[in-house]
Nanobody, 124 residues
Framework: VQLQASGGGSVQAGGSLRISCTAS????????TGWFRQAPGKEREFVAA???????VYVDSVKGRFTVSRDNAKSTVYLQMNSLKPEDTAVYYC???????????????????WGQGTQVTVSA
């Protein structure tokens, strides 16, 4: 599976962005897909994940603001980000792993496939 993240950009605080992660390869519907982010000088941080049954999990700091969803027909997972804050500024990465291999996918080392990252910048 190869992943391509897109849709990043620059917005003002309070604004919205939707970023996408499109996969090539077979059986994408069987994969758990996660979003991580990494700000300069910080470790990569879990943001959200969605499994093959569309169950979702979020880090507390984005609950109620971000929504992860998937369109298996398009082999794409989305991260809708609303009420953005300057502290959301980071490079956002998508990652995927076979759903049978992990439960929630909260750690980067649980994933087998990674996209290249897309920059999200939120100004005050």
């Amino acid at each position: 599976v190869q992943l391509q993240a897109s849709g990043g950009g620059s917005v003002q605080a309070g604004g919205s962005l939707r970023i996408s992660c499109t996969a090539s390869g077979r059986h994408f519907s069987n994969y758990l897909t996660g979003w991580f982010r990494q700000a300069p000088g910080k470790e990569r941080e879990f943001v959200a994940a969605i499994n093959s049954k569309r169950a979702t999990v979020y880090v507390d700091s984005v609950k109620g603001r971000f929504t992860v969803s998937r369109d298996n027909a398009k082999s794409t997972v989305y991260l809708q980000m609303n009420s953005l804050k300057p502290e959301d500024t980071a490079v956002y990465y998508c990652a995927a792993v076979d759903d049978d291999d992990v439960d929630y996918g909260l750690r980067p080392d649980q994933y087998d496939h990674w996209g290249q990252g897309t920059q999200v910048t939120v100004s005050a």
